[in-house]
């Protein structure tokens, strides 16, 4: 049954409305929770409408229960009780208590090593490590250590915006890291790929472990341009209060629940589009990954039809456009919270780091095949 055009434009509108409204309008800035939160359920009520065969769409408990579980079980289907508010709250009441002797210990490393070298650690081996640790913790180690770390304010988002680049794709590697790994290795299982516990570190480390390295020495390249004489070099005081800490568990909770929302509103286009797009175009729209919830795409677009290029370009292209905006990723989102980064300030970097990232991958994933055949 083909899309009825009324919905699929309605659903493009609040594509539109998400992916700028955060640019233009300062109250949607300041609550983008509420208003992520807003534009979900606006979707899953479009999608309501749609019937497509063997795909469950609108309003149903299945993704009601979803939503209210997802930001507190590692595995719905497991029941395992510990999530990312979970992860967010605990790690945020530890620092709170024990801040000073933490921000401590950062600043003696940073005294010890130059600024560079600092940087390159964060980026590389956060990024190297998020899939054991999970990109949940290392985001919350990520702005912990930023905060402490005597940067002007640019210069701390430059650092933590390469950092989530680089946790994203590295969580990536196991299914302790983040959910799409633990969809796309459920969705590949069976045969012809059974796939395992190693199996995304078996096709993807080659491309992942250089790109992170890559982002690390990028980092130091934006840090070699900082004034050590600039006035707005400074370490972060620990301000929060244990109201700040809740209230950013809470922030959360509710920016996991608008995230499911999201993509299981927007399933009716994924399904009837994007997921039927050759590896090459998929490739790059997979940067609505932006805005929409990865693990989703991950469901939609994966599956054992697909040849192992097509599985590794449509994963990589999640991966990398998860990094370009706010919504794009987990860590994102903490990092974004507890730093009080703006969309705007995001973008700035996040946008063109982004796009540069997908045509070097483009070219690695494709031009091979393109040059032999």
Request: glycine letters at 8%; a neutral charge.
């Amino acid at each position: 049954m083909a899309l009825d055009i009324g919905i699929a434009v309605g659903l493009f509108i609040i594509f539109l409305i998400v992916l700028i409204g955060p640019f233009k309008i300062k109250i949607i800035e300041q609550n983008l929770e509420v208003f992520l939160f807003i534009c979900g359920v606006l979707a899953l009520s479009i999608s309501h409408f749609v019937t497509l065969e063997g795909v469950e769409t609108g309003w149903r408990w299945s993704i009601i229960e979803e939503a209210l579980v997802a930001p507190i079980y590692i595995s719905n289907s497991l029941h395992i009780p510990i999530g990312i508010v979970q992860v967010v709250l605990i790690v945020g009441l530890i620092i709170y208590k024990w801040h000073i002797p933490i921000h401590g210990a950062i600043r003696t490393m940073t005294e010890k090593l130059s600024l560079k070298v600092m940087a390159f650690i964060l980026i590389a081996v956060l990024g190297l490590f998020s899939s054991v640790i999970s990109a949940i913790l290392a985001a919350i180690i990520l702005v912990e250590m930023v905060n402490a770390l005597p940067l002007t304010r640019k210069s701390k988002i430059d650092l933590t915006v390469i950092s989530c680049f680089s946790i994203g794709l590295g969580a990536a590697l196991t299914p302790l890291g983040e959910p799409l790994s633990t969809i796309a290795i459920s969705k590949l299982s069976g045969p012809p790929f059974h796939a395992s516990f190693t199996y995304l570190i078996e096709q993807l480390a080659i491309y992942i472990i250089p790109g992170i390295i890559a982002y690390g020495i990028v980092g130091m390249f934006f840090l070699g341009k900082v004034d050590l004489k600039d006035p707005g070099m400074k370490a972060e005081d620990y301000k929060e209060t244990l109201k700040d800490v809740i209230m950013r568990a809470v922030k959360v909770y509710v920016f996991i629940m608008a995230l499911v929302f999201l993509g299981d509103g927007f399933k009716p286009i994924i399904f009837e589009y994007i997921a039927k797009m050759p590896a090459e175009a998929l490739f790059w729209v997979n940067m609505v990954s932006a805005i929409l919830d990865n693990a989703t795409l991950t469901a939609a677009e994966i599956g054992p039809t697909f040849t192992q290029l097509q599985i590794n370009a449509a994963l990589m292209g999640l991966l990398i456009a998860g990094g370009m905006l706010i919504p794009g990723n987990i860590p994102n989102i903490i990092s974004a919270g507890k730093l009080g980064i703006t969309s705007k300030e995001w973008a700035r970097l996040g946008v063109p780091l982004g796009l540069v990232t997908m045509a070097i991958y483009f070219v690695i994933l494709f031009v091979p095949g393109y040059l032999g055949s």
